[in-house]
């Protein structure tokens, strides 16, 4: 049973707008998050986190918020670049256990010129 | 700064026959892991090391695959025999303790015919 997941195998979006990201998580002992983004033929490279003390975390373009009362994540990207074409992985773990991460399957985004 | 270095990058095998992989940590991260990740899945934890223990094998197929961190840096990953379902990406991470972000190697992509 996926502990993770993430609903969406793609997402496809125009240079400029919005790109919002979605991951779910059924284990309500997870309470530390993050996105890595991936890039064909290299490994995963971290991009945000966010812990369950908080329902916002803030990086330049890169934002995400957490609803733990949903069991839900969401990664924005404003305004997106072409470079942000990658898959994203959403990732959960028990802090203090944060070597255990849970991926999910992943979302494939494109951002069109 | 030298991220974590992964060799080979691809490796095609017939069935049955042994394979190994390596990785060599970014310097002075103490925890070390191999993920493999099957195609269109996210990362799935193997093993996870502390220096030269195995704190975590708890996801490792014990009766073909092995793993070993001789002197707490780099690390192998092997398995005998290879069968079709191996064919994944083998991916090998490390952190400065299991508490920290796990950087990513770029893989080895084994396909096994």
């Known amino acids: 049973d996926q502990q993770v997941k993430q609903n969406s195998p793609s997402l496809s979006v125009q240079e400029g707008r919005i790109s919002i990201l979605n991951c779910d998580y059924t284990?309500?002992?997870?309470?530390?998050f993050l996105w890595y983004k991936k890039y064909p033929a290299e490994g995963p490279t971290f991009l945000i986190s966010i812990s369950s003390i908080k329902d916002k975390n803030e990086d330049g373009r890169f934002t995400v918020f957490l609803n733990k009362s949903a069991k839900h994540l969401s990664l924005h990207i404003v305004p997106s670049q072409p470079g942000d074409s990658a898959v994203y992985f959403c990732?959960?773990?028990?802090?203090?256990?944060?070597?255990?991460?849970?991926f999910g399957k992943g979302t494939k985004l494109t951002v069109n010129p | 700064e030298a991220g974590v270095v992964q060799s080979p990058r691809y490796k095609i095998i017939e069935k049955k026959q042994p394979v190994a992989f390596w990785c060599n940590p970014i310097?002075?991260?103490?925890?070390l892991y191999w993920y493999r990740q099957n195609l269109g899945q996210g990362p799935e934890l193997l093993i996870r090391?502390?220096?030269?223990?195995?704190?975590?094998d708890s996801q490792l197929p014990k009766d073909r695959f092995s793993a070993e961190r001789l002197k707490g840096v780099d690390s192998t990953l092997k398995i005998q025999p290879a069968e079709l379902g191996d064919s994944a990406v083998y991916l090998c991470?490390?952190?400065?303790?299991?508490?920290?972000?796990?950087?990513f190697g770029p893989g080895t992509r084994l396909t096994v015919l």
């Open positions: 990732a959960a773990a028990v802090q203090g256990g944060s070597e255990k991460l849970v």
């Open positions: 991470a490390s952190s400065l303790d299991r508490t920290a972000g796990q950087f």
């Open positions: 284990n309500s002992m997870f309470d530390y």
């Open positions: 310097s002075g991260h103490n925890t």
């Open positions: 090391y502390e220096n030269e223990e195995a704190v975590d």
